[in-house]
Structures are given as structure tokens and as C-alpha cells.
């Protein structure tokens, strides 16, 4: 029976690199998967420039293969996503630990109007020997917290390889990773644009391959982690900036008038000195969540932030360089106080204690000021029109 591709309603998407010892009996499970349901679909093989003969597997056992010539985890599911032809696409891993012959409950969410259907290993079961010590019990449950908390994602498995989604829905999160961070953008996009996510148990079982898996402990696990800092400026800049900023500031004007004995603890002008540094650190952290959220909003890397906008608006070039000018210039009137001291002792020996009291906040007020305007030049930058 021929099927047009406009009668295909699911693509089952497998990666594949050199996968000759597991790979026929991944899509036997999805093809029966297929015949049982009464779901037309196909199953679609990005391989990834394999030298064992998967890809004469693939095509023998009645797969359709993509060739992929980007090395890469998420350059195989782009290509192998990009190329299928059905409205719903479930992926996952050809090495057997996914059981393809069980997705009914990924293809009634999605027929039920969810975008990004998500596999739950914790919720379906692991078996023994299916993941190792530490992503079981370190590294999916940080990075999942963390991809709870920084992008409201509802997934409590964030790094599932078994998903399913509606194909337009995820090409138009313009996903654009190549490695195994791949798995993270997508959910990571997904709840940012406030797509219909959910979960469905899944059960994971040990790989059938006799050769170590691809996917490298500590080195793939800090890619995912850097990716989900880079993708969420305020948690990476804004938030720890705002506090530094804030702490620093209180302690800078609890010292200001002279020496605070705390706890025992004398604090003078060294405190005082740190605290500085604390304010312009903080003041720069702020700065370094606008430059990064309005270039990720312009390069279409994040969805338009409201707040950033609002924020774009109200803090124009103009009024940043006068805000940045009237701070500098109170710098520069207690830095001109200082040296007119100075000069009144003759240029000699001066009360640091007293003396610092001036240059310190002279010092600070010229260092912000500096930093307000030229923050505010390079953010009028990121702003321009692009071609």
C-alpha cells in the first residue's frame, strides 16, 4: 500500500552513529508499534555519517534514512526532524533502551493538542544498570531543578530522549545546538514560548551495545548546564548582580560615616573599600543581563522579554548618559574635595581613615558613571536595526 506524505500523521526519528548491533530491532519495535496502532507513519533514520552498515540496515528493516553530514546529537534530530514528513514526530535513541513499541500514550497527547510530550524515566522505571550512579542521582535531578526553576519548565525528567511533538510547533522554536544541549534548548524554547507540554511515564532499560554509549559523563553534563545559564540571563546576571549590588550598597553607607564595630569585628575603610568594589561589580552583573538579554531577543536566540522592553524604553541612550554624567560628576566634586584637602596640608601626610572616607566614594561615584554611560552606548548597539 503506497501512503502519500500528506497521509503520514507520525515520524519515529532515530539519531545514528554506527548503531549495526541494536538498530534493527529499534525499528521492528517502532514499525509493530506502527501496524498494532493503526498509526500511518514511518520511521525515519538520521545517521550521522555511520561506518558499520547502519544505514543498509536501516533501509532493509523498511526505515527511511537521512544522511547527516554535521557531526552531532542535536545536527542528526535537526536534519532528521527537518526531513520527516509526518505532523507529529516521537524521537529517541536507536540503542534499545527506548521500548518504540509503546507509544501510545506519547501519540494520544499529542492527537490531544499538546505540543512537546516528554517521556518520564522516574515515573515508568528504570532498570537495573539502565543509568549510571551519578545522572541518576546528581545530574538529571540538578539539571532538572534547574530547568524547573530558571524557565518554569513543567518536565520532572528534563533530559528524557524518548519525546514526542508536533513538527511545526518545535521548527518553530528555530532550535539551533548540534550536541547532546540539544535536548535542553528544546525544552528550554518550548516553555519559554509557552508551548502545551506534558509527561507521560516511560520505562528506560540498559543499551544493547557492547561498546561504551556516546554521551560523556561530566563533559556532556557541564554542556547542558552552560546552556541553561546562557539561556537564562537573570538567574546568570540579574539576580546574583541585583543582590551584590544591593548588600553592597547598605554596607557602603552603614561605613560611610566612620568605623562600626560588629560582633567584635572592627569594620573600617577596608570594609568600605570592598564594598565598593561590590557596587560596581553588581552595577556591571545588571548591565551584563540587558547586553545579553537584548542580543538574545534580537538574534532571535529568547522570545521578546517584556521587562527588557520596558526597561529599553524608559532608559534611553540620552537618559543614561545623563544619568552616568550626573554620577560621574559627583565623583569628580568629592575627588576635586580630596585633592583641595590634600592641598590644605600642604600636600603632606593625611588621616586615611578621614581621607578615604572621600576618595573611596569619589572613586566608586566616577567608576558607575563611567559604567551607566558606557552600558548604555553598547546597549543603543544591540539595539540597531539588522539586515
Given at each position: 500500500?503506497?501512503?502519500s506524505?500528506?497521509?503520514?500523521?507520525?515520524?519515529?526519528?532515530?539519531?545514528?552513529?554506527?548503531?549495526?548491533?541494536?538498530?534493527?530491532?529499534?525499528?521492528?519495535?517502532?514499525?509493530?508499534?506502527?501496524?498494532?496502532?493503526?498509526?500511518?507513519?514511518e520511521?525515519?533514520?538520521?545517521?550521522?555519517?555511520?561506518?558499520?552498515?547502519?544505514?543498509?540496515?536501516?533501509?532493509?528493516?523498511?526505515?527511511?534514512?537521512?544522511?547527516?553530514?554535521?557531526?552531532?546529537?542535536?545536527?542528526?534530530?535537526?536534519?532528521?526532524?527537518?526531513?520527516?514528513?509526518?505532523?507529529?514526530?516521537?524521537?529517541?535513541?536507536?540503542?534499545?533502551?527506548?521500548?518504540?513499541?509503546?507509544?501510545?500514550?506519547?501519540?494520544?497527547?499529542?492527537?490531544?493538542?499538546?505540543?512537546?510530550?516528554?517521556?518520564?524515566?522516574?515515573?515508568?522505571?528504570?532498570?537495573?544498570?539502565?543509568?549510571?550512579?551519578?545522572?541518576r542521582?546528581?545530574?538529571?535531578?540538578?539539571?532538572?531543578?534547574?530547568?524547573?526553576?530558571?524557565?518554569?519548565?513543567?518536565?520532572?525528567?528534563?533530559?528524557?530522549?524518548?519525546?514526542g511533538f508536533?513538527?511545526?510547533?518545535?521548527?518553530?522554536?528555530?532550535?539551533?545546538?548540534?550536541?547532546?544541549?540539544?535536548?535542553?534548548?528544546?525544552?528550554?524554547?518550548?516553555?519559554?514560548?509557552?508551548?502545551?507540554?506534558?509527561?507521560?511515564?516511560?520505562?528506560?532499560?540498559?543499551?544493547?551495545?557492547?561498546?561504551?554509549?556516546?554521551?560523556?559523563?561530566?563533559?556532556?553534563?557541564?554542556?547542558?548546564?552552560?546552556?541553561?545559564?546562557?539561556?537564562?540571563?537573570?538567574?546568570?546576571?540579574?539576580?546574583?548582580?541585583?543582590?551584590?549590588?544591593?548588600?553592597?550598597?547598605?554596607?557602603?553607607?552603614?561605613?560611610?560615616?566612620?568605623?562600626?564595630v560588629?560582633?567584635?569585628?572592627?569594620?573600617?575603610?577596608?570594609?568600605?573599600?570592598?564594598?565598593?568594589?561590590?557596587?560596581?561589580?553588581?552595577?556591571?552583573?545588571?548591565?551584563?543581563?540587558?547586553?545579553?538579554?537584548?542580543?538574545?531577543?534580537?538574534?532571535?536566540?529568547?522570545?521578546?522579554?517584556?521587562?527588557?522592553?520596558?526597561?529599553?524604553?524608559?532608559?534611553?541612550?540620552?537618559?543614561?548618559?545623563?544619568?552616568?554624567?550626573a554620577?560621574?560628576?559627583?565623583?569628580?566634586?568629592?575627588?576635586?574635595?580630596?585633592?583641595?584637602?590634600?592641598?590644605?596640608?600642604?600636600?603632606?601626610?593625611?588621616?586615611?581613615?578621614?581621607?578615604?572616607?572621600?576618595?573611596?566614594?569619589?572613586?566608586?561615584?566616577?567608576?558607575?558613571?563611567?559604567?551607566?554611560?558606557?552600558?548604555?552606548?553598547l546597549?543603543?548597539?544591540?539595539?540597531?536595526g539588522r539586515?
Amino acid at each position: 500500500m503506497i501512503v502519500s506524505e500528506s497521509d503520514i500523521e507520525l515520524s519515529i526519528v532515530m539519531p545514528c552513529l554506527n548503531e549495526a548491533e541494536t538498530l534493527a530491532v529499534c525499528i521492528a519495535k517502532a514499525r509493530s508499534f506502527l501496524a498494532r496502532s493503526g498509526v500511518v507513519g514511518e520511521v525515519v533514520i538520521a545517521d550521522n555519517g555511520s561506518t558499520d552498515g547502519s544505514q543498509a540496515i536501516a533501509e532493509r528493516e523498511g526505515a527511511r534514512v537521512v544522511h547527516v553530514p554535521v557531526r552531532g546529537y542535536g545536527a542528526a534530530l535537526q536534519a532528521g526532524i527537518a526531513g520527516a514528513r509526518g505532523r507529529y514526530v516521537i524521537m529517541g535513541d536507536a540503542d534499545d533502551s527506548y521500548d518504540f513499541s509503546k507509544l501510545d500514550a506519547f501519540v494520544e497527547k499529542l492527537r490531544g493538542g499538546h505540543d512537546l510530550v516528554m517521556g518520564n524515566r522516574f515515573r515508568g522505571g528504570i532498570a537495573p544498570g539502565a543509568m549510571p550512579f551519578l545522572h541518576r542521582y546528581l545530574g538529571n535531578p540538578v539539571l532538572t531543578t534547574i530547568g524547573r526553576v530558571f524557565f518554569g519548565s513543567p518536565a520532572r525528567d528534563f533530559h528524557c530522549g524518548l519525546r514526542g511533538f508536533r513538527r511545526e510547533a518545535i521548527l518553530a522554536l528555530d532550535l539551533r545546538t548540534t550536541g547532546m544541549e540539544y535536548a535542553s534548548e528544546m525544552v528550554v524554547k518550548a516553555s519559554l514560548s509557552e508551548l502545551r507540554v506534558t509527561e507521560v511515564p516511560t520505562t528506560l532499560s540498559p543499551d544493547g551495545r557492547s561498546r561504551p554509549p556516546h554521551l560523556r559523563t561530566w563533559r556532556d553534563g557541564w554542556r547542558h548546564l552552560r546552556f541553561l545559564l546562557l539561556y537564562s540571563p537573570r538567574f546568570l546576571f540579574f539576580y546574583p548582580g541585583a543582590t551584590l549590588l544591593l548588600v553592597s550598597t547598605a554596607v557602603f553607607a552603614w561605613l560611610l560615616p566612620g568605623p562600626v564595630v560588629f560582633r567584635g569585628f572592627g569594620l573600617d575603610v577596608h570594609t568600605l573599600l570592598f564594598a565598593s568594589a561590590g557596587i560596581q561589580l553588581g552595577l556591571l552583573s545588571m548591565y551584563f543581563w540587558w547586553f545579553a538579554r537584548t542580543f538574545a531577543s534580537s538574534a532571535g536566540l529568547l522570545p521578546d522579554s517584556a521587562r527588557a522592553s520596558r526597561l529599553q524604553r524608559l532608559f534611553t541612550l540620552e537618559r543614561g548618559l545623563i544619568v552616568g554624567g550626573a554620577v560621574f560628576g559627583v565623583g569628580l566634586w568629592l575627588a576635586a574635595e580630596a585633592v583641595f584637602s590634600w592641598k590644605a596640608k600642604n600636600f603632606g601626610g593625611l588621616d586615611y581613615q578621614i581621607t578615604l572616607r572621600v576618595v573611596i566614594p569619589a572613586v566608586t561615584a566616577m567608576v558607575s558613571g563611567t559604567l551607566i554611560a558606557l552600558g548604555s552606548f553598547l546597549v543603543s548597539l544591540l539595539t540597531l536595526g539588522r539586515r
